[in-house]
């Protein structure tokens, strides 16, 4: 009678144990496909012409994120009983049609400091507001806003990583595209890769979206650039094959979400203060349309007050600017993508600083009345 | 190495007997330049006492046809170096592809804002810091040392996988002290350097000329600006006269520190004061007086 007890007590157990065994052989099988998965497309070279499935390099981030949220899959069960449970993996559709990991990932951006671009007449203004973490950090350390070729650059918010690893993408992008066409990439070109590149991170679970909105501002050149690697002059006589009087280039700003969404944009911004920012960036003229489309140099000194600005909800903290720019071939980078120079970026501040008192002495005025 | 691009890196046909291509059987390794096609021909180089010229001229052969006119064969790199080129055009346009990502590569690395900032305060600077703005951008990129070595690993790498680069090159610029740097590199990756250098036919008939002037390093520590140049479109003229794959329009740079530093690049250069006048005088093979 005892053993009988014993050995239902036993059976109870071991259908107990079923359970927890099958998941825990699910779980095998999947972070092995997944191994499988991530080998498969390490191995892969490099896609070339269209990044269709531009998937290359996987980070091992990726990996391990997809191991430690794989034991959790006994949560999934209750995703059918009261529709909650869709946000617990990448890839999965909402019953409303939402992919809720993208939205997160958005969340992290909006905790990042604020970045903002604008697309002058003559050039592109990138800026971002660094908080200043310690007091050990080293001035002007640090640089955040990257180059991509000579006279692409990418500024995003978010988290730093993520940043670094879509500019070292865009990197190989841009050098992919010279290799086949032997001149530099066009911006809309990189930014239409990038997105491509983003969106890839938004269909699989076995990775996650980017934590970061990225900002690419370019000045594609207007002139008639040689071929890379061009000996000689061509035909002395006739066109030579290009088309003349047409005009080309020009200044490019984009805007590249976690979801893998781009747009072209007359000023973009992006983080904790983009609200400010864009009410601000709102304010000016900018556009093609319009006559007095502001200038380069006043571009600068705008990106300055508008970071000054959204950094007002957050005053308490230390923060620093970061400020590049690019011209076209005559302007003051020569095409290229530059730190903005230190004389110019102190007086943006100055005025910046100067701009955000004033507006202080206002109120305090119509206070006093 | 002679003048015919064609039998670099080959057994010398004099002295080994026709080249067996048998040896081979069928299991040919790849190798994409197996003989050139539209080549150069001499680079020149010569040290001074405050940096380097070179010098080619601007034309691509098709065998013995002269078919291209306009061909630059000596290419900048930064304000530190220029590479000229001598051997195949088109592994030299390759060559320009690959030294034009590496200084995009060159420039991830290091921030704009370094090369933007303003000088720091006269009383902090110590005295071996750079003082002008060229010097300091001079100082943030790869010297002309840099760029032969790595230059170098690339021919030998390709001519270790029997698919060699069939150029012969020459590196002139400074090196990371700011002296004058001048070193070869050929498709077999062969390296030496010299005071004076010349590949192809001007290692038979300039460098003659070259070492008259310049025998030592001594004696380039010694030589101007003005004469190097003056020194190379001499050796440029005799080239002209003497070799059939040779042409009157050339190249000439000059990287230099002091005053006028960095590259100075006249790439449409014309020959003048050849000497021809002596030919009316001469009749006939032996016998022949009119």
């Known amino acids: 009678m005892l053993s009988e007890i014993a050995e239902a007590g036993l059976a109870a157990a071991k259908l107990q144990l079923r359970e927890p065994q099958s ?88 905790n990042g400091g604020t970045s903002v671009g604008i697309r002058c007449k003559d050039g592109v203004v990138l800026a971002l507001e660094k908080l200043v973490t310690s007091k050990l950090l080293k001035k002007d350390a640090n640089k955040r806003i990257m180059t991509v070729d000579q006279n692409i650059g990418i500024v995003s918010s978010g988290l730093q990583p993520d940043g670094k690893h879509l500019v070292s993408r865009a990197r190989d992008e841009a050098s992919q595209w010279r290799s086949i066409y032997k001149a530099p990439i066009p911006t809309s070109s990189l930014a239409n890769r990038l997105g491509q590149y983003v969106q890839m991170h938004t269909v699989t679970n076995a990775v996650r979206p980017f934590g970061i909105s990225a900002i690419i501002g370019g000045f594609d050149s207007e002139l008639d650039l040689p071929v890379d690697g061009q000996v000689g002059s061509g035909p002395a006589s006739g066109s030579g094959g290009r088309t003349q009087g047409a005009k080309q280039g020009g200044p490019y700003l984009y805007m590249l979400e976690p979801s893998g969404l781009y747009w072209g944009y007359y000023g973009a911004a992006a983080g904790k203060g983009r609200q400010a920012a864009k009410a601000e960036l709102e304010k000016l003229k900018l556009g093609a349309g319009e006559d007095d489309w ?17 950094h007002e909800d957050s005053k308490d903290k230390e923060f620093e600017l970061e400020m590049t720019w690019v011209s076209n071939a005559t302007g003051p980078t020569k095409g290229r993508h530059e730190h903005v120079p230190k004389d110019l970026l102190e007086e943006a501040e100055r005025l910046a600083q100067k701009a955000l008192d004033g507006d202080d002495d206002e109120e305090e005025e119509k206070m006093q009345e | 190495m002679n003048h015919f691009p064609q039998s670099w890196g080959r057994p010398r046909d004099d002295v080994y007997g026709a080249y067996d291509h048998s040896h081979f ?33 601007n034309l691509a052969s098709y065998g013995s046809l002269a078919r291209f006119t306009d061909v630059k064969r000596l290419r900048k790199f930064n304000v530190n170096a220029v590479v000229g080129f001598g051997g195949d055009v088109s592994d030299m346009q390759y060559l320009d592809r690959l030294l034009q990502s590496l200084r995009i590569e060159q420039e991830y690395q290091q921030p704009s804002s370094t090369l933007t900032s303003p000088p720091p305060p006269a009383s902090e600077a110590p005295s071996a810091a750079p003082t002008t703005e060229a010097e300091r951008q001079a100082k943030s990129q790869l010297s002309a040392k840099n760029l032969h070595t790595y230059l170098s690993k690339v021919m030998y790498k390709r001519r270790s996988d029997f698919n060699p680069l069939w150029n012969a090159l020459l590196v002139g610029g400074l090196d990371d002290s700011g002296a004058p740097f001048l070193a070869a590199a050929d498709l077999l990756g062969t390296t030496f350097s010299a005071p004076t250098l010349a590949t192809g036919f001007g290692a038979h008939l300039a460098q003659p000329i070259l070492r008259r002037h310049v025998p030592d390093e001594a004696a380039s520590k010694e030589l101007t600006r003005d004469k190097a140049v003056e020194i190379i479109r001499e050796c440029m003229k005799v080239l002209f006269y003497r070799d059939a794959r040779s042409m009157d329009n050339y190249s000439i740079a000059v990287i230099g520190r002091g005053e006028k530093e960095g590259v100075t690049l006249m790439e449409n250069e014309k020959l003048e004061n050849q000497s021809w006048a002596f030919a009316e005088g001469i009749k006939g093979y032996g016998t022949q007086v009119v």
Do not use: M, W
């Open chain 2, 25 to 57: 059987g069928h299991g040919q390794p790849i190798s994409h330049t197996q003989s050139p096609i539209v080549t150069g021909t001499s680079v020149l180089g010569i040290k001074y006492k405050d940096g380097v010229v070179l010098a080619a001229d």
């Open chain 1, 294 to 310: 502001i200038s380069l140099e006043e571009g600068v000194k705008e990106a300055a007050r508008i970071i000054y600005v959204a």
């Open chain 1, 23 to 110: 998941e825990l052989k699910r779980c095998k099988r999947a972070s092995c496909t997944a191994y499988n998965f991530i080998d498969i497309i390490q191995l892969r070279p490099p896609t070339i012409a269209f990044p269709t499935l531009s998937f290359v390099s996987v980070t091992p981030v990726a990996a391990s994120h997809l191991l430690l949220s794989r034991p959790s899959t006994s949560h999934t069960r209750t995703r059918s009983s009261n529709g909650t449970g869709y946000d617990l993996s990448n890839s999965i559709f909402s019953p409303d049609g939402r992919n809720f990991q993208v939205e997160y990932a958005v969340k992290a951006v909006e």
